[in-house]
């Protein structure tokens, strides 16, 4: 690769960076900006895609000839949701209440490759008017890949009023001063390159002590081998305390267990002379009075390690993209010291090493905590946001967890996870489950789609009727489940875990070239679950239907109408009789502008019946007595819908289904079952722990908790089928599973309420 390896001149190559993806939905669009060189190719093979380009210089121009594309003619703003870029099309000449100028292209059968001559913005969308689709018309989801010319070098938008800002040269290291309350971020531009960071309490090191981050102290108060965004989230120093907070990181992957590269790290592998991030760090804070050492202790952000299951200490390529960085606030006035790490011998760096970023931000800038989330590995970064409901729930609980892209109430500390369990079974309780993904499938092929993706036979289901589904692929493992409604004939909405549904049902609608439409609803339709036995005495005091859809009584288990406040003029909201507890209980849907007032209405009715919100702790102890599977835990990888303890979903009776021909085999001989455990004692086992039957594993543990309604713990297993009887004697493994066993017997699940008696009542 031609590196220069000795002394402290180093060269690298460059090259183009692995390209990011995105996805355009029918009836979407997206602007992007662009510099010069950089490469745009719009669709792998999408022949019923309909394509409108618009190319913007730097001053608001068409440049769309620069492309060599066609002249731009009119598209109807009605048939895209340019909502998003309303703004920025009228401050670029763009009038949002007439036709938008654009280039049509109909159909791809090859990919269109479009080259940047200069610095623009591309607003790519996908037009779609709403009667083309009773005219039997189907558009193809589009694929966008970019590549960045000059090796994918990226830097994000600022964040705010940057005080300073530099570059660290690749095999290099930079000290400098933050002071208490500004911003820090550190930024890795091309992608797959570490960074080693340190920081020192500036009135220490005036006073001659070197109070710097210690790892093992971070790790033993956060409670984490890995520091991040949430409410235990700083960096200490010896004295246990706290030098940063991590603001925001879109990485993920950052190492807190060894040092800095060394000499004699490299020495010892054949590289005398190595230039290394431990010497440079004692270079670069040798002005401010601080020690040389041989190896430096540090914070190693976009390295990717781990602990692997024999407690050996792994590491592999970086996952950070170009453009991914960590922020951190600090919490008194610091001396730091940030590297762009040298090692070209191992794939730490990607086997290139690159530079890296560093922007100070003045104390008054304002940053949303945040973590990175993305829909596909090659999907571009979303921040996670506050959902539409977190103007109510912030006052209440500081305990958030990420739910996708949002955030997501672990508890509240004014009733505690106890109370709001309680609340759930014995009154009522409100939650913001807005992480939900929803589908619209949408078409005269809509019913033979979802015959053909999902395990139910959903030519049975009526409208405003709904039924817990799944999707398995063609071995039988579950890709997603959910609760599915049919809304008319030819119109279904998927509620449910991934974006993978999405990609599921584009992928066979486009294999069998159905007449459809699967349009995300991202977060265009936040909602609350209502649960409890008295939710539907506080919705008696709210909901208005008309005559022509159910009313709230009529609501069956798995129903839904369409509601209102109050009164024909309220705010309108899709009302669900469905959950996720167990207990009677409802779910509500509506637009992110009634959200707030949805939530008060709601709040404000059920004081009487002592309502409470709930977060996701009580959820997970609630959704295990009932015996619901969940995602990562019940079905994974490698394990079919009966093994997860999903046959019931399952109807083989139905004609052709994916997954169906090794449902059928696994349902004749399988070989595990997901049981129940009811443990002879407190304490809970953690997921994946073995189950035993003397000296033999027969099984893991998949979810557990401590029950309070039955005052033990209980657990749900995967089982051999010889050892899945109820009544049969098992002991869960602790400590390596071997020196400590938990007494168990099988039961079946449900673990409460087996016949699902409370959810219809």
Same mark, same amino acid.
């Given at each position: 690769?031609?590196?220069?390896?000795?002394?402290?001149?180093?060269?690298?190559?460059?090259?183009?960076?692995?390209?990011?993806?995105?996805?355009?939905?029918?009836?979407?669009?997206?602007?992007?900006?662009?510099?010069?060189?950089?490469?745009?190719?719009?669709?792998?093979?999408?022949?019923?895609?309909?394509?409108?380009?618009?190319?913007?210089?730097?001053?608001?121009?068409?440049?769309?000839?620069?492309?060599?594309?066609?002249?731009?003619?009119?598209?109807?703003?009605?048939?895209?949701?340019?909502?998003?870029?309303?703004?920025?099309?009228?401050?670029?000449?763009?009038?949002?209440?007439?036709?938008?100028?654009?280039?049509?292209?109909?159909?791809?059968?090859?990919?269109?490759?479009?080259?940047?001559?200069?610095?623009?913005?591309?607003?790519?969308?996908?037009?779609?008017?709403?009667?083309?689709?009773?005219?039997?018309?189907?558009?193809?989801?589009?694929?966008?890949?970019?590549?960045?010319?000059?090796?994918?070098?990226?830097?994000?938008?600022?964040?705010?009023?940057?005080?300073?800002?530099?570059?660290?040269?690749?095999?290099?290291?930079?000290?400098?001063?933050?002071?208490?309350?500004?911003?820090?971020?550190?930024?890795?531009?091309?992608?797959?390159?570490?960074?080693?960071?340190?920081?020192?309490?500036?009135?220490?090191?005036?006073?001659?002590?070197?109070?710097?981050?210690?790892?093992? !102290?971070? #790790?033993?108060?956060?409670? /984490?081998? @890995? +520091? $991040?965004?949430?409410?235990?989230?700083?960096?200490?120093?010896? %004295?246990?305390?706290?030098?940063?907070?991590?603001?925001?990181?879109?990485?993920?992957?950052?190492?807190?267990?060894?040092?800095?590269? !060394?000499? #004699?790290?490299?020495?010892? /592998?054949? @590289? +005398? $002379?190595?230039?290394?991030?431990?010497?440079?760090?004692?270079? %670069?804070?040798?002005?401010?009075?601080?020690?040389?050492?041989?190896?430096?202790?540090?914070?190693?952000?976009?390295?990717?390690?781990?602990?692997?299951?024999?407690?050996?200490?792994?590491?592999?390529?970086?996952?950070?993209?170009?453009?991914?960085?960590?922020?951190?606030?600090?919490?008194?006035?610091?001396?730091?010291?940030?590297?762009?790490?040298?090692?070209?011998?191992?794939?730490?760096?990607?086997?290139?090493?690159?530079?890296?970023?560093?922007?100070?931000?003045?104390?008054?800038?304002?940053?949303?905590?945040?973590?990175?989330?993305?829909?596909?590995?090659?999907?571009?970064?979303?921040?996670?946001?506050?959902?539409?409901?977190?103007?109510?729930?912030?006052?209440?609980?500081?305990?958030?967890?990420?739910?996708?892209?949002?955030?997501?109430?672990?508890?509240?500390?004014?009733?505690?996870?106890?109370?709001?369990?309680?609340?759930?079974?014995?009154?009522?309780?409100?939650?913001?489950?807005?992480?939900?993904?929803?589908?619209?499938?949408?078409?005269?092929?809509?019913?033979?789609?979802?015959?053909?993706?999902?395990?139910?036979?959903?030519?049975?289901?009526?409208?405003?009727?709904?039924?817990?589904?799944?999707?398995?692929?063609?071995?039988?493992?579950?890709?997603?489940?959910?609760?599915?409604?049919?809304?008319?004939?030819?119109?279904?909405?998927?509620?449910?875990?991934?974006?993978?549904?999405?990609?599921?049902?584009?992928?066979?609608?486009?294999?069998?070239?159905?007449?459809?439409?699967?349009?995300?609803?991202?977060?265009?339709?936040?909602?609350?679950?209502?649960?409890?036995?008295?939710?539907?005495?506080?919705?008696?005091?709210?909901?208005?239907?008309?005559?022509?859809?159910?009313?709230?009584?009529?609501?069956?288990?798995?129903?839904?109408?369409?509601?209102?406040?109050?009164?024909?003029?309220?705010?309108?909201?899709?009302?669900?009789?469905?959950?996720?507890?167990?207990?009677?209980?409802?779910?509500?849907?509506?637009?992110?502008?009634?959200?707030?007032?949805?939530?008060?209405?709601?709040?404000?009715?059920?004081?009487?019946?002592?309502?409470?919100?709930?977060?996701?702790?009580?959820?997970?102890?609630?959704?295990?007595?009932?015996?619901?599977?969940?995602?990562?835990?019940?079905?994974?990888?490698?394990?079919?819908?009966?093994?997860?303890?999903?046959?019931?979903?399952?109807?083989?009776?139905?004609?052709?289904?994916?997954?169906?021909?090794?449902?059928?085999?696994?349902?004749?001989?399988?070989?595990?079952?997901?049981?129940?455990?009811?443990?002879?004692?407190?304490?809970?086992?953690?997921?994946?722990?073995?189950?035993?039957?003397?000296?033999?594993?027969?099984?893991?543990?998949?979810?557990?908790?401590?029950?309070?309604?039955?005052?033990?713990?209980?657990?749900?297993?995967?089982?051999?089928?010889?050892?899945?009887?109820?009544?049969?004697?098992?002991?869960?493994?602790?400590?390596?599973?071997?020196?400590?066993?938990?007494?168990?017997?099988?039961?079946?699940?449900?673990?409460?309420?087996?016949?699902?008696?409370?959810?219809?009542?």
């Amino acid at each position: 690769m031609g590196h220069q390896r000795h002394g402290r001149n180093f060269a690298g190559f460059q090259d183009i960076g692995a390209p990011v993806a995105q996805y355009i939905e029918p009836r979407g669009c997206v602007r992007l900006s662009l510099a010069a060189g950089d490469i745009l190719q719009i669709g792998e093979h999408a022949p019923r895609a309909r394509l409108a380009l618009a190319a913007f210089g730097p001053r608001g121009g068409r440049i769309e000839a620069a492309f060599g594309l066609p002249a731009p003619s009119p598209v109807s703003l009605d048939d895209f949701d340019h909502r998003p870029l309303t703004g920025w099309l009228a401050a670029n000449g763009a009038d949002p209440t007439g036709p938008f100028h654009a280039t049509c292209i109909d159909g791809l059968t090859e990919p269109l490759v479009l080259k940047a001559p200069q610095a623009c913005d591309v607003v790519v969308a996908l037009p779609l008017s709403h009667g083309a689709l009773v005219g039997g018309q189907s558009v193809d989801t589009v694929k966008l890949s970019l590549k960045r010319a000059g090796g994918g070098r990226t830097l994000p938008p600022a964040l705010g009023d940057v005080r300073t800002e530099f570059t660290v040269s690749r095999a290099s290291a930079m000290a400098y001063e933050v002071r208490e309350g500004e911003i820090l971020q550190i930024i890795d531009v091309d992608g797959q390159q570490c960074s080693d960071f340190q920081a020192f309490r500036k009135s220490a090191l005036d006073a001659g002590t070197e109070w710097m981050i210690d790892g093992t !102290t971070t #790790r033993s108060m956060v409670r /984490r081998a @890995f +520091p $991040g965004p949430g409410l235990f989230d700083k960096f200490y120093d010896g %004295a246990m305390k706290p030098l940063l907070q991590v603001v925001q990181d879109t990485c993920g992957r950052h190492d807190t267990f060894g040092l800095a590269c !060394t000499a #004699r790290g490299y020495e010892e /592998r054949g @590289f +005398p $002379g190595h230039v290394n991030c431990s010497d440079n760090i004692s270079n %670069a804070l040798a002005p401010y009075g601080v020690g040389a050492r041989a190896g430096w202790p540090a914070i190693n952000f976009f390295w990717n390690t781990w602990i692997d299951p024999h407690h050996h200490l792994q590491t592999a390529e970086s996952w950070s993209r170009p453009g991914d960085y960590v922020t951190m606030r600090a919490l008194d006035d610091l001396i730091c010291v940030t590297t762009a790490c040298p090692d070209d011998i191992d794939p730490i760096n990607g086997w290139n090493p690159t530079d890296v970023h560093v922007r100070i931000y003045r104390p008054e800038t304002k940053v949303m905590q945040a973590i990175a989330y993305r829909k596909k590995e090659d999907a571009p970064m979303q921040i996670s946001q506050p959902s539409a409901f977190h103007e109510r729930l912030a006052p209440l609980t500081d305990q958030f967890a990420p739910a996708r892209d949002l955030w997501s109430p672990i508890a509240f500390p004014s009733y505690g996870t106890q109370g709001e369990y309680w609340a759930c079974r014995e009154a009522a309780t409100l939650q913001d489950m807005s992480g939900l993904r929803k589908f619209d499938v949408i078409g005269p092929d809509a019913e033979r789609l979802l015959q053909l993706a999902m395990t139910r036979d959903i030519s049975k289901l009526a409208v405003w009727r709904g039924t817990y589904a799944l999707m398995c692929d063609e071995s039988g493992e579950v890709i997603d489940d959910g609760t599915l409604f049919r809304l008319s004939d030819h119109l279904f909405r998927w509620c449910c875990g991934s974006e993978e549904s999405g990609t599921w049902l584009n992928s066979l609608a486009a294999e069998h070239d159905m007449q459809v439409r699967i349009h995300d609803l991202q977060g265009a339709l936040p909602n609350l679950a209502l649960q409890g036995p008295k939710s539907r005495d506080i919705l008696r005091k709210l909901v208005f239907t008309q005559p022509h859809v159910p009313n709230l009584d009529q609501l069956k288990w798995f129903g839904a109408t369409v509601a209102r406040l109050n009164d024909r003029e309220g705010i309108p909201f899709l009302l669900t009789r469905s959950g996720y507890t167990g207990e009677l209980g409802y779910e509500l849907f509506c637009s992110r502008d009634n959200a707030l007032p949805l939530w008060d209405a709601l709040m404000e009715a059920g004081a009487e019946f002592g309502l409470k919100p709930m977060g996701s702790a009580a959820l997970e102890t609630i959704r295990i007595e009932a015996g619901l599977a969940a995602s990562g835990a019940e079905f994974t990888a490698g394990c079919d819908a009966f093994e997860a303890g999903l046959g019931f979903a399952v109807d083989l009776r139905k004609t052709t289904f994916v997954g169906d021909a090794a449902l059928r085999r696994n349902a004749q001989s399988p070989r595990r079952a997901l049981v129940g455990l009811h443990l002879d004692c407190d304490d809970v086992p953690v997921h994946g722990a073995p189950v035993f039957k003397g000296e033999r594993q027969i099984g893991q543990v998949t979810s557990a908790t401590k029950s309070p309604m039955l005052g033990h713990a209980i657990a749900m297993a995967r089982l051999s089928v010889e050892h899945a009887t109820p009544g049969g004697l098992v002991d869960v493994g602790q400590l390596d599973g071997r020196m400590k066993r938990l007494s168990a017997t099988v039961v079946t699940v449900p673990f409460i309420d087996p016949k699902r008696e409370r959810a219809r009542a």
